[in-house]
């Protein structure tokens, strides 16, 4: 089934904010789209989408959409993260993923 899961916070002093996604049960998820929101990250912001780690896809930092073939595979106990660094202190951050969690 096609579903979504939306997570926000804000930027730490260290100039960073992580989001994070995993699946929760025995799922196994097919992400098909990663969108962002974070217009006062500023110039110098940069953001990434990584599964446990490893970048999967540059994003634009300010706001931006990541889909298409092939999807992310996310399994039980992986962890996917939209990672913000050298963003501006206490800008707020949000991002929504797409995916079919298989049932």
């Not at 992580?18 to 025995?26: Q, W, Y």
């Not at 962002?36 to 959409?65: E, F, H, K, N």
């Not at 039980?76 to 929504?96: D, E, F, N, P």
Request: hydrophobic share 40%; aromatic share 4%; proline share 6%.
């Amino acid at each position: 089934m096609i579903t979504d899961q939306e997570s926000s916070g804000v930027v730490n002093a260290a100039g960073t904010a992580d989001l994070v996604f995993s699946p929760r049960s025995r799922q196994s998820w097919a992400v098909q789209q990663v969108s962002t929101s974070a217009p006062s990250v500023g110039t110098g912001a940069s953001c990434g989408v990584y599964r446990d780690g490893m970048l999967i896809t540059p994003m634009v930092a300010q706001a931006d959409v990541a889909s298409g073939d092939p999807p992310i595979p996310v399994r039980l106990g992986q962890k996917l993260h939209v990672r913000w660094t050298g963003a501006t202190v206490g800008a707020v951050v949000s991002a929504i993923i797409i995916y079919d969690d298989g049932t």
